[in-house]
């Protein structure tokens, strides 16, 4: 066979191939009216935004988060969107919280079609402010809290031969950032997770989707934790947040993580100049430590408050507050990370 006709060959196979897999995604579509539809960290931020997306095609929305306020003022909105809405006080660290939260959305609705694992927290500041619990909580709520909602999920979802779950991950799971290790390392867990449990559930009917975004304008920066030179830490993080360059509208990050999970994809890199970015460190690995070693170099260094953490909202500046984070304090608004009532641009 020539050159020529091994390259025309070659091109029709995969066309054939590409055509079949588009075939097959497009059969995997499905409505989310009528569906259950759980959500971790569905009370604020990205978790909210997809609730309200689901609760306004028809699903019947439960939500869980820790806290009791922000709970009642999700429920409040998400009513308005759809009859059926479920708000449920869960720590999803813990495999007892959450085996009776799945209990308690089984027994009221009698299934559980889809799961989002949102539920999430940012600890950002140097190395040497990072201690042993700060690691063990990032993993404990990034990598258990999804492990644990799935393995009271699936029992659920096989027994119908149906089911579909979104795990968010990050961009720093595909390639940890400096200042956030202890996030990074935990998402990096939850990538591996995510993309074994798919391979393995696709028999019993399903699809598991790993999303990994970059920086979203979900307003969450105020509800993080900053440690050492908080205030500086919250800055830095803060704009970055916030500028549209290197941020994207969360609600649309959720609008493409509703519809991958649709169409059960397997992986969702959200569109974010971070692409380019992992697309230059898969190729130039070396040059890429460089970049991220004069990165860490500009960031500020071990002091402040030293190992002890404060809040976003506890860490305000004149940068902070200034046009730069604009967005960022209008989708905290929008997004339930701040009370209403005592917040103003």
């Known amino acids: 066979m020539t050159i020529r006709k091994l390259g025309m060959a070659s091109a029709f196979t995969l066309?054939?191939?590409?055509?079949?897999?588009?075939?097959?995604?497009?059969?995997r579509w499905f409505s989310y009216y009528g569906k259950?539809?759980?959500?971790?960290?569905g009370s604020r931020g990205l978790g909210l935004e997809i609730a309200r997306i689901v609760a306004s095609m028809g699903a019947k929305v439960a939500i869980c988060a820790r806290t009791d306020a922000d709970l009642q003022r999700a429920r409040?909105?998400?009513?308005?969107?759809?009859?059926?809405?479920?708000?449920?006080?869960?720590?999803?660290?813990?495999?007892?919280?959450?085996?009776?939260?799945?209990?308690?959305?089984?027994?009221?609705?009698?299934?559980?079609?889809?799961?989002?694992?949102?539920?999430?927290?940012i600890e950002v500041g140097p190395l040497e402010a990072m201690t042993q619990d700060d690691f063990k909580r990032a993993m404990d709520t990034?990598?258990?809290?999804?492990?644990?909602?799935?393995?009271?999920?699936?029992?659920?979802?096989?027994?119908?031969?149906?089911?579909?779950?979104?795990?968010?991950?990050?961009?720093?799971g595909k390639r940890a950032v400096?200042?956030?290790?202890?996030?990074?390392?935990?998402?990096?867990?939850?990538?591996?997770?995510?993309?074994?449990?798919?391979?393995?559930?696709?028999?019993?009917?399903?699809?598991?989707?790993?999303?990994?975004?970059?920086?979203?304008?979900?307003?969450?920066?105020?509800?993080?934790?900053?440690?050492?030179?908080?205030?500086?830490?919250?800055?830095?993080?803060?704009?970055?947040?916030?500028?549209p360059l290197l941020s994207m509208n969360s609600k649309r990050a959720a609008e493409l993580m509703v519809n991958a999970t649709q169409y059960g994809d397997a992986d969702l890199l959200l569109p974010s100049t971070s692409r380019i970015a992992l697309a230059f460190s898969d190729l130039f690995p070396n040059l890429t430590a460089d970049v991220m070693y004069a990165l860490n170099a500009l960031l500020p260094r071990m002091g402040g408050i030293g190992t002890s953490s404060a809040f976003g909202y506890e860490s305000e500046s004149k940068i902070s507050e200034s046009m730069l984070t604009r967005l960022g304090r209008q989708a905290a608004l929008r997004n339930n990370e701040v009370n209403p009532d005592s917040f103003s641009l």
């Open 178 to 243: 400096p200042h956030m290790i202890p996030y990074d390392a935990s998402k990096f867990a939850l990538v591996g997770l995510s993309q074994g449990m798919r391979t393995e559930l696709v028999k019993d009917g399903i699809y598991v989707t790993t999303a990994c975004p970059s920086l979203m304008r979900t307003g969450s920066p105020r509800n993080a934790s900053f440690k050492a030179q908080h205030r500086k830490e919250y800055a830095w993080f803060s704009v970055s947040d916030s500028l």
């Open 15 to 27: 066309s054939t191939l590409l055509a079949l897999r588009a075939l097959k995604r497009q059969q």
């Open 36 to 41: 259950v539809v759980l959500i971790t960290g």
């Open 76 to 121: 409040a909105e998400l009513e308005e969107l759809a009859r059926d809405v479920m708000t449920i006080r869960c720590d999803v660290s813990y495999q007892t919280d959450v085996n009776e939260m799945v209990k308690s959305v089984v027994q009221a609705w009698g299934k559980l079609d889809v799961l989002f694992n949102v539920a999430g927290i």
């Open 142 to 172: 990034h990598f258990w809290g999804p492990l644990n909602t799935m393995l009271a999920a699936i029992p659920h979802m096989r027994a119908k031969g149906w089911g579909r779950i979104l795990n968010v991950s990050s961009m720093g």
